[in-house]
């Protein structure tokens, strides 16, 4: 899978929005941009993903750039429950079978209430 | 609740013991994923079985092994246990195919202890 790069930590006060951003240069045109969060104590969990057009869902928001080397996941209204660490991974589904995301650090976002 | 049911949520054992943690994927996934969480490590791959067979395999030990049953559970042996095992053990399932197959739903955990 191909590197993607994100802050280390990134600070955000209640009930303003978030731009987690993610570069990943060496993308290849199949890839696909997934982000998954992980909470305090919990499992990784599933945010969103996308090609090439902003997507939406009930959880975030997930800007492409044209270029496809960055992308920013946009948590509209921060709550303290979003304080997480948030990973951007690259997927490529013609990959044969179904292979493991391959997790990086992350970024940590705090939420200060 | 996810649909990816680890067991148990915790257990603490000694040195060179011998552990089995359990994961029953969402129903009608086909592929689990094992992963281990230290301290001073990030999410690190186990292990994959697809439909019962293993499919990749990262940064596992030899003294861990882990099989999938024809019901699709799965179970991750720990043996000769040491201390830096000591860890939180996620399990992970996927559907079958398509985009689809890589989005991963994870389970809660299972917290180890090796006292």
């Known amino acids: 899978d191909a590197k993607t790069t994100q802050p280390n930590s990134m600070e955000s006060n209640e009930e303003e929005p978030v731009h987690l951003p993610c570069n990943h240069s060496t993308i290849s045109g199949t890839d696909y941009i997934h982000w998954y969060r992980q909470l305090p104590s919990q499992g990784p969990e599933y945010v969103i993903h996308g090609l090439t057009s902003n997507v939406n869902n009930r959880m975030a928001s997930l800007a492409i750039a044209e270029d496809r080397k960055s992308s920013t996941l946009i948590l509209h209204r921060a709550t303290l429950r979003d304080a997480a660490v948030y990973y951007c991974?690259?997927?490529?589904?013609?990959?044969?079978?179904?292979?493991?995301?391959?997790f990086g650090k992350g970024t940590r976002l705090s939420v200060i209430a | 609740d996810s649909g990816v049911t680890q067991t148990p949520k915790h257990l603490i054992t000694a040195t060179g013991q011998r552990v089995t943690l359990r994961c029953s994927p969402r129903?009608?996934?086909?592929?689990v994923y094992w992963y281990q969480q230290s301290l001073d490590q990030g999410l690190q791959f186990l292990i994959q079985?697809?439909?019962?067979?293993?499919?990749a395999k990262g940064n596992i030990l030899e003294r861990f092994s882990a099989q999938q049953f024809p019901d699709l559970h799965s179970e991750l042996n720990l043996s000769s246990l040491e201390l830096g095992d000591s860890a939180l053990y996620f399990c992970a399932s996927s559907v079958a195919g398509g985009v689809g197959a890589n989005v991963l739903t994870f389970g809660a955990g299972s917290r180890l202890t090796v006292l």
């Open positions: 991974i690259l997927r490529d589904p013609r990959r044969k079978g179904n292979t493991p995301l391959v």
């Open positions: 129903s009608g996934d086909l592929s």
């Open positions: 079985y697809y439909n019962g067979e293993e499919r």
